[in-house]
C-alpha cells in the first residue's frame, strides 16, 4: 500500500509544475497583445487629430483665395467691394494676413499674396497664392487666374 501511495505523490509533484509556466506564458502573452493593442490606438488617435489639421488648414486657404478672388474681381452688387480703389490693388498690396474666429476654422492663420505673372494681349494673369496654418500644419492653395475688362 506503501508503494500505491508513492507513485501518487511522484505523479502530482509533476502535474503541479507545468500548471505555473503555461499561465506564466499565457499572462505574458495577454500583455504583449495589450500591449500592442494599446500602441494602435493611440497611432490612429494621432494620425486623425492630423487629418483634421490637414483639413482646417486647407480650408483656411481656400478661402484666403476666395477673398483674394472677391478683392481682385469684386462681385458688382456689392458696392462696398467698390470703394474707388482698382481691383487690381490686392497685387499691389502685398500679403494680406487673416486670423479667423470662425467656427470650425478658429486660432486659424492664413497669408495670401498675389502677382502679375504676364499679360498678353492687354490682359493680365494673376497668381494668387494662400498658405493656411492651423496648429503646426501648412496647406497651400494656388490660383491662376485673369482679368479682362
Known sequence: M???MKSRKSGRRYQRGIGVPAAVFVITIL???AVAINELVSQNSETFQEEVLLTRAFYAAESGAGF???ALFPP???PLYQNGVAPTAI???GPREYELTV???GGCEISVTCEVDAAVDD???Y???SVGTCADVTRTVQVRTSFDE
Open 103 to 105: 467656427d470650425g476654422l
Open 68 to 70: 483674394a478672388l472677391n
Open 2 to 4: 506503501t508503494h500505491f
Open 127 to 129: 497668381t494668387i497664392t
Open 91 to 93: 497685387c499691389d498690396a
Open 123 to 125: 490682359v493680365e494673369y
Open 31 to 33: 500583455a504583449l497583445l
Open 76 to 78: 458688382e452688387e456689392f
